[in-house]
Structure formats: structure tokens, C-alpha cells
T-cell receptor, first 112, second 114 residues
Framework: DVKVTQSSRYLVKRTGEKVFLECVQD?????MFWYRQDPGLGLRLIYF???????EKGDIPEGYSVSREKKERFSLILESASTNQTSMYLC???????????FGPGTRLLVL | GENVEQHPSTLSVQEGDSAVIKCTYS??????FPWYKQELGKGPQLIID?????GEKKDQRIAVTLNKTAKHFSLHITETQPEDSAVYFC?????????????FGKGTLLTVNP
């Protein structure tokens, strides 16, 4: 079974803090994704990566950056957290394009 | 870019009834249409997908239909059960470079009443 794990289920941070969200997949998948999920807005793509050290912006990259130093690990970084980044963050991975994306359980981030 | 509209946003049915969720997409080049189910406290999970070279696909109580001319696709769940209660998301993507990324609809909260 594919497993995608996220470092935290719940996180509380202060405005201006640097926040790291970690995601690890165990199936040697090429592609990894970060989404944020907000009520009434569905899933919106923040960044994705199709290979180690390769990344592309999604639909809402502002205020975020990412890092993929190893194939199995994809990190989302909030350089200076703001209250409007309070959200559920979901990581996903897939073997190839247009194939099943496997999601982690999500990290619920609260920025105070 | 692609835009995916999903309706209804909430749907309540009695156990044993059928449920239908509809999505429309804007990019005529989109050719892959998955459906994801998200149970409370979990990440979304793929339940069925369809590619543009077929018009319908079934998997037990779940079916998806695609109308490329009208640019819409639908999820059909028959003989609903309480465990079908969840949020359902449709999505679309096209081939070619970073266009492979999925664009999701806003989701439908399905409640199946016993």
C-alpha cells in the first residue's frame, strides 16, 4: 500500500514565524504535490515537483516555497506565516502524470 | 487555465437511493477526469476515473459518464449506503508538460440518511 505521511496533523504558529510542513512518500513516486483545502474552495494546488530539485508553481504559490532534496520528501515552507494561511494542507504523490494521486491525512495549520 | 464547476455543493439522500454529482470543465483539451472521495479526517482517495476515449465507466455501484461535446462529466452512485457519506471532488487535467496538473471542483458533501 502506498503511504504518504505528513509531519504534523495539527500545528499552531504565530504570525511572522517560518513554518515547515514535511511530506514523505514510500512508493518511489516521481510527482509530489502540495494543496490547500478551504471550505467552499475545494483543493487548490500550491506547488508541485516532478523530480528531485525540480518544482513548478501551482495556482496559488504566493507566500509559499518548496524544497525537494530527496525523491521521497517534499517540504512546504511558509517564509513568514500570515493569518490568511490558516488552512488544511494536503500533500499528494503520483507515479506518473494522469495517474492516481495518493494523499496524506493533511496538516491543519492555525496561524494566530 | 482550466475551470471546473461542481454541483450540487450538498446532497442528501435516503439509504438505497441513487446520487448524482455533476461537473463541467472549460478546457476542451482536458482528457483525464478522476473522482476523489474524502472521508472525515482523511485525505482524498481516488474512487474512479475516466479518460476522454471512453464515454462511461463502471465499478460496482459507482459509474462515471463523460460528454466531451458538452464538456461535462457525472458521478453516479447507486444503492447508496451510510458509508458513502463523504465529500466528493471531481477534477480534470490535460496532457502536456505542467498542464498535467489536476484542477479540482469545489466538492459535494453527500449525506446518506439511514
Amino acid at each position: 500500500d502506498v503511504k504518504v505521511t505528513q509531519s504534523s496533523r495539527y500545528l499552531v504558529k504565530r504570525t511572522g514565524e517560518k513554518v515547515f510542513l514535511e511530506c514523505v512518500q514510500d512508493m518511489d513516486h516521481e510527482n509530489m504535490f502540495w494543496y490547500r483545502q478551504d471550505p467552499g474552495l475545494g483543493l487548490r494546488l500550491i506547488y508541485f515537483s516532478y523530480d528531485v530539485k525540480m518544482k513548478e508553481k501551482g495556482d496559488i504559490p504566493e507566500g509559499y516555497s518548496v524544497s525537494r532534496e530527496k525523491k521521497e520528501r517534499f517540504s512546504l515552507i511558509l517564509e513568514s506565516a500570515s493569518t490568511n494561511q490558516t488552512s488544511m494542507y494536503l500533500c499528494a504523490s503520483s507515479f506518473r502524470w494522469q495517474e492516481t494521486q495518493y494523499f496524506g491525512p493533511g496538516t491543519r495549520l492555525l496561524v494566530l | 487555465g482550466e475551470n471546473v464547476e461542481q454541483h450540487p455543493s450538498t446532497l442528501s439522500v435516503q439509504e438505497g437511493d441513487s446520487a448524482v454529482i455533476k461537473c463541467t470543465y472549460s478546457d476542451s483539451a482536458s482528457n483525464y477526469f478522476p473522482w476523489y472521495k474524502q472521508e472525515l479526517g482523511k485525505g482524498p482517495q481516488l474512487i474512479i476515473d475516466i479518460r476522454s476515449n471512453v464515454g462511461e465507466k463502471k465499478d460496482q455501484r459507482i459509474a462515471v459518464t463523460l460528454n466531451k461535446t458538452a464538456k461535462h462529466f457525472s458521478l453516479h452512485i447507486t444503492e447508496t449506503q451510510p458509508e458513502d457519506s463523504a465529500v466528493y471532488f471531481c477534477a480534470a487535467s490535460r496532457s502536456g508538460g505542467s498542464n498535467y496538473k489536476l484542477t479540482f471542483g469545489k466538492g459535494t458533501l453527500l449525506t446518506v440518511n439511514p
